[in-house]
T-cell receptor, first 112, second 115 residues
Framework: DTGVSQDPRHKITKRGQNVTFRCDPISEHNRLYWYRQTLGQGPEFLTYFQNEAQLEKSRLLSDRFSAERPKGSFSTLEIQRTEQGDSAMYLC??????????FGPGTRLTVL | GENVEQHPSTLSVQEGDSAVIKCTYS??????FPWYKQELGKRPQLIID?????GEKKDQRIAVTLNKTAKHFSLHITETQPEDSAVYFC??????????????FGSGTRLLVRP
């Protein structure tokens, strides 16, 4: 499968715990985006990378959120001290610069 | 910042009829407008997109129109089939005016095609 993949697909955690998600983009894509989608809403932009550089972060991304793309390939999104309001689908997308964004299947996070 | 509004939130049509979903955007500098289809539990998939130098684009039963003056764009699906049932999202991007090319999405339209 040459599409965008994400792991895990589902994560249930208790409030206050840390969680980490992984995204593997399409191999030749130098852009990687993270979006968050809550029930009944469209995806909201969180942050993006060009190669290994994180170039923009949304105001939605509090200090508890951190993202990395250490070698310009896969990316991780970590949420520290999770809150119930963090429950959402976290979507990753990849693209070539100025081209179509292809989405992964998402990681559904439930914070109890 | 950019804002995208999408209507209707739900749409029910008889199989074979047409469906139209409309979106408006706030930033006149937006120049890229994709449409994504998301089936239950699956990833958003691009079905068609249009850039601001084009007024209309068609791909088989799907077409998108863009009115830059009014800042709105629409998705048209003809001869609807039950497999068209899904949530459809419009999005806008400032493109080269914003080096991130991030997408701003509408809130989605749940389309139900009745057999």
């Amino acid at each position: 499968d040459t599409g965008v993949s994400q792991d895990p697909r589902h994560k249930i955690t208790k409030r206050g715990q840390n969680v980490t998600f992984r995204c593997d983009p399409i191999s030749e894509h130098n852009r990687l985006y993270w979006y968050r989608q809550t029930l009944g809403q469209g995806p909201e932009f969180l942050t993006y990378f060009q190669n290994e550089a994180q170039l923009e972060k949304s105001r939605l991304l509090s200090d508890r959120f951190s993202a990395e793309r250490p070698k310009g390939s896969f990316s991780t999104l970590e949420i520290q001290r999770t809150e119930q309001g963090d429950s959402a689908m976290y979507l990753c997308a990849s693209s070539l610069i100025a081209d179509t964004q292809y989405f992964g299947p998402g990681t559904r996070l439930t914070v109890l | 910042g950019e804002n995208v509004e999408q209507h209707p939130s739900t749409l029910s049509v008889q199989e074979g009829d047409s469906a139209v979903i409309k979106c408006t955007y706030s930033d006149s500098a937006s120049n890229y407008f994709p449409w994504y289809k998301q089936e239950l539990g699956k990833r958003p998939q691009l079905i068609i997109d249009i850039r601001s130098n084009v007024g209309e684009k068609k791909d088989q039963r799907i077409a998108v129109t863009l009115n830059k003056t009014a800042k709105h764009f629409s998705l048209h699906i003809t001869e609807t089939q039950p497999e068209d049932s899904a949530v459809y999202f419009c999005a806008a991007s400032l493109g080269v005016m914003d080096s991130s090319y991030k997408l701003i999405f509408g809130s989605g339209t749940r389309l139900l095609v009745r057999p």
